[in-house]
């Protein structure tokens, strides 16, 4: 093992034993990412059938559970969640160029995003509890009416995709965050910088999940 | 470097006390956790099996020797842990996780698996989830049958929900495992190993993985529907609250089809490998053999309504699907006819690894044909839900699978552990196993055509004979099994040393020390040729 840590040679201090070059290396992780993000489209993409499924078999139901959320909301949820997938993008670019300050400030923009994103969420859940709007059982008939008893059904979706969805956003927090200490620490630099970039993939993918969940829950109806 | 010295020579050795083992990111510790584990999880799952068919072993009307289990509810409950630990935490996770995690690497030339630590967490996802599964045990438990069929398992006052929130964890496992396969196999071949110059066994490895991770997270999600139906009463799957079982099944045997698959596929790796190196002789249509595992694996994903004839699907689609299923058996066959074209003047040599490959062939082939039986429309609908059905898969299974395993482990056993196990013991095993296994299923086909119902914990007089060859046959195996297990201990303790490549085989594995080193390979290989040039 004496070509570890010494700086000739393509072996420096971030490939690990098993790899042979930095190359090899960062290639190895871009495919697990990628892959990992198949199969959260292919969970997600269970959930989408199943909602077509269901949309197609109660459309009168849906496009009344559709109209008591509000779209507004909604719509301001996808904007901040587009421009916090720019800022994590640029990210990359500013570590890829050793730009460290200002890839700190555009991680910490990405996390903001994210927290805005729930708190927005949260607004918008405590209405629906508020309006009796409950998933499946728990539905309050009694506040919502006996007509529109059957709407538990229709926020049975709506809670699980927005609530699996919502999941994936702080778990993208917290690896933001994570990837924001190791930038100030000085882990990633224009040699290294695999991780954010797996990170940010994986942030990428849930914006996109968000971006047909809002049509599918918001719009159609 | 200077703390070298104070390591051992070999992975085992390398480093010493149980934490050196739970935190390793070596592939070769990791396979053999997994090993110790899911050979624990076997023996459970075995002693429930031994239960349910001592409960058969007379109808309950019979004196005396009618009733073994306190009443139907406890049948279920066996039957239930019996079926999900065997598959959930057996027969997918076998091979792949043990044989697949130690062997991948050193047969391609790479230190270890494209992300090593990954390997280590996915050792920890199946734990919490095969831990998860047992402590329902302690609860209420289980007794929906390994496949949770809606709407019961959704109005069953047992503890589905924490099960199958299990099945889901050890899902996550399997995922991970086949991501690092898949990149491994792209990204860390060793100078000329070609794909093309990749032994059967890493082939079949990288098939299985494209299916785990295609499928398994379809299986998750409908898992955590169900757990959450459960819970929350949404009515997705709840005929009462609007929702469709179908549904359920659609989903469930998406998964759960190409997860035979996922079983089934790498034992046909090892069984290539085993038949060439007791032939001494290149094996016989190495392409077709290896994107015949392709093909099984992408046609697996569209025959999953074979399991729904009688479901209430349209005719037409049931009409589809059994011709799709169909298909399934030409790659099948391929590598069928290919093994048996691969001993045509071949030396061949009986060792215990090769006695496993033959009993493979010969139980697979039942299986597989059963399994085209069943596969015809008219046909399933008669058989369907009988003890035909339960026979079929334990052919595939244990038949299949399983042989391949223990074939697998008697091969591959002085490589692993640097010890030579005793052969005649090992026959012995084989034995008792290969026949035991025929007394206790064969009937079991006729059983099923007799029309005896499966899941039942009772049965007519009619079918008392039969019950009872198969009971005694369970015995049988379990005498085959405990000889082996005698004969692994026997091996590990006193076992002879193993030499570097005792067999004469010819892939990379075997051109490095037994055990391996920590890091694989002293000089990183450089291949020239293909896997199997014998002659
Ligand atoms: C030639 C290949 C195969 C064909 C054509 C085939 C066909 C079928 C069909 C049509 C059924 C449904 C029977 C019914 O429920 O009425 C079935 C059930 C089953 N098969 Fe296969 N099969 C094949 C290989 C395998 C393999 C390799 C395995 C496992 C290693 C397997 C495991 C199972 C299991 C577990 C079931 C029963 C599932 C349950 O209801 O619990 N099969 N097979
Ligand atoms: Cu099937």
Redesign the interface.
């Known amino acids: 093992m004496s070509t570890d840590n010494t700086v000739h040679g393509a072996h420096t201090a971030h490939v690990a034993h098993h790899f042979k070059t930095a190359e090899q290396q960062y290639s190895s992780g871009k495919e697990g990412i990628w892959l990992f993000m198949l199969t959260e489209i292919l969970m997600f993409g269970a959930i989408f059938v199943g909602y077509a499924i269901y949309h197609n078999m109660y459309p009168a139901m849906f496009a009344e559970g559709a109209s008591s959320l509000d779209w507004k909301m909604g719509f301001v949820n996808t904007l901040v969640l587009i421009f916090s997938s720019f800022t994590m993008a640029i990210s990359i670019s500013f570590i890829q160029k050793n730009e460290q300050k200002k890839a700190v400030l555009a991680l910490a923009t990405t996390v903001l995003c994210g927290a805005i994103f729930m708190v927005i969420k949260y607004f918008e859940y405590q209405h629906k509890f508020h309006l009796g709007l409950f998933p499946g059982k728990f539905l309050d008939v009694a506040k919502v009416g006996a007509e529109h008893a059957n709407l538990g059904l229709y926020f049975g979706f709506y809670y699980v995709m927005t609530g699996l969805h919502g999941i994936h956003v702080l778990l993208g927090m917290g690896l933001i965050t994570w990837c924001l200490i190791r930038t100030i620490r000085g882990d990633f630099h224009s040699q290294y910088w695999i991780v954010v970039e797996g990170v940010g993939l994986f942030w990428h993918i849930v914006d996109l999940i968000w971006i047909f969940l809002f049509p599918l829950l918001y719009l159609v109806g | ?1 200077a703390n ?1 010295k104070a390591h051992g020579d070999n992975y085992i050795n390398f480093e010493k006390g149980i934490w050196s083992w739970l935190t390793t990111v070596d592939h070769k510790r990791i396979g053999l956790m997994y090993f110790i584990t899911v050979m624990f999880f076997f023996l459970i799952g075995g002693i429930m099996a031994l239960l349910l068919r001592l409960e058969l072993f007379a109808p309950n009307a019979a004196p005396n020797v009618g009733q073994i289990l306190a009443n139907g509810d406890v049948y279920n409950q066996v039957m239930t842990y019996h079926g999900a630990i065997m598959v959930f935490m057996v027969i997918v996770p076998g091979i792949p996780a043990i044989l697949g995690n130690f062997f991948l690497p050193l047969q391609i030339g ?7 630590r ?1 390997n280590l967490l996915s050792w920890y996802c199946f734990m919490a989830g095969a831990i998860l599964a047992i402590a329902t045990f302690f609860t209420t438990k289980i007794d929906t049958g390994w496949t949770f069929y809606t709407p019961y398992s959704i109005r069953t006052g047992t503890a589905t929900a924490m099960m199958v929130l299990a099945a889901f964890i050890m899902g996550m496992s399997s ?1 991970l495992t086949g ?2 396969f ?2 491994t196999v ?3 071949r060793a100078p000329g190993m070609t794909m093309h110059r990749m032994p059967l066994f890493i082939w079949s490895l990288y098939a299985t993985a494209i299916l785990q ?2 499928a ?3 299986l ?3 898992l ?2 169900l757990a ?2 459960r819970f ?5 799957f709840d005929p009462k ?4 079982p179908v ?1 359920f099944q659609h ?1 469930f045997w998406f998964y759960s089809h190409p997860a035979v698959y996922i079983m089934i596929i790498p034992a046909m790796g090892i069984i290539s490998e085993l038949i060439t190196t007791f032939s001494k002789k290149v094996i016989f249509g190495y392409t077709a053999i290896a994107y015949s595992s392709l093909g099984i694996a992408a046609v697996s994903f569209f025959v999953w309504g074979h399991h729904m004839f009688v479901s209430g699907q349209s005719e037409t689609t049931g009409i589809v699907f059994s011709f799709l299923t169909m298909l399934v058996g030409v790659p099948t066959a391929i590598k069928m006819f290919n093994w048996v074209a691969t001993f045509y003047k071949g030396s061949v040599e009986f060792r215990s690894p090769m006695l496993y490959a033959l009993g493979f062939m010969f139980l697979f082939a039942i299986g597989g044909v059963t399994g085209v039986m069943l596969a015809t429309l008219p046909i399933d609908v008669h058989f369907h839900d009988t003890y035909f059905v339960v026979a079929h898969f334990h052919y595939v299974m244990v038949g299949g699978t399983l042989m391949a395993l223990m074939g697998g482990y008697y091969y591959w056993f002085p490589k692993m552990f640097g010890k030579m196990y005793n052969e005649t013991t090992a026959r012995i095993s084989f034995v008792f196993i290969f026949i035991g296994f025929n007394v206790t299923f064969f009937p079991q086909f006729i059983l099923g055509a007799m029309g005896m119902p499966r899941r039942y914990f009772d049965y007519i007089p009619a079918y008392e004979n039969l019950n009872k060859i198969s009971t005694v046959g369970s015995w049988l195996i379990l005498i085959g099994f405990l000889v082996g297990l005698y004969t692994i201990v026997q091996g590990l303790m006193k076992g002879e040393k193993a030499p570097m490549n005792p067999w004469g085989s010819k892939t990379l594995e075997w051109q490095t020390s037994s055990p391996p080193p920590h ?1 694989n390979f002293s000089v990183e290989p450089v291949v020239t040729a293909g896997p199997y040039e014998y002659r």
Do not use: Q, W, Y
């Open positions: 470097m070298t790479a230190k270890d698996v494209a992300f090593p990954i995922i991501l690092n898949i990149v792209h990204k860390l991770m295609l398994t997270p379809v998750g999600i409908t955590l529907l959450v139906e929350l009463g949404i009515g997705i609250l609007g929702g469709d549904l989903f890091d």
